[in-house]
């Protein structure tokens, strides 16, 4: 393992390993979780399911490892950017199947996707914290 010196943002935001990996795994875990259980329905879903899941994870690992040569407060905005978009095309891609939902289930596309506006609100939230530290 090489001996990386990350670059040093200017705000709060800090390279940290903790924190990449584990807003990282909390972030994408569910669409590992139902690419594996829409498997048993649809394996199209599952697919693009899982696809979203990798190509989050992948990116998040590419920043990190060129995490030397990347201030962390933008690339931790980029990675909220693309779990937030891989996110959006998992869940609208399950609603264009228009799979059947469990008993008890009341989701529609506009209240799953209103869940979603965490995404932005954490990139506005990170935004003003930084600017603030700045």
């Known amino acids: 393992m090489r001996n990386v010196k990350p670059k040093g943002g200017q705000g709060r935001v800090q390279w940290n390993a903790g924190g990449w990996f584990g807003a990282l795994s909390g972030s994408t875990a569910f669409m590992l979780v139902g690419a594996l259980l829409f498997g048993s329905q649809s394996m199209t879903l599952a697919i693009v399911w899982l696809a979203c899941y990798a190509i ?62 965490i995404v932005p609100g954490l990139m506005l939230g990170s935004h003003l914290l930084e600017r603030r530290a700045a």
Do not use: H
């Open 56 to 117: 989050a994870v992948v990116c998040a690992i590419l920043i990190w490892t060129r995490r030397e040569s990347f201030a962390s407060y933008p690339e931790t905005q980029s990675l909220l950017f693309v779990v937030g978009t891989a996110a959006t095309i998992a869940i609208l891609f399950a609603f264009l199947m228009r799979l059947e939902l469990s008993e008890g289930v009341n989701a529609t596309p506009t209240k799953v996707l209103l869940v979603l506006l």
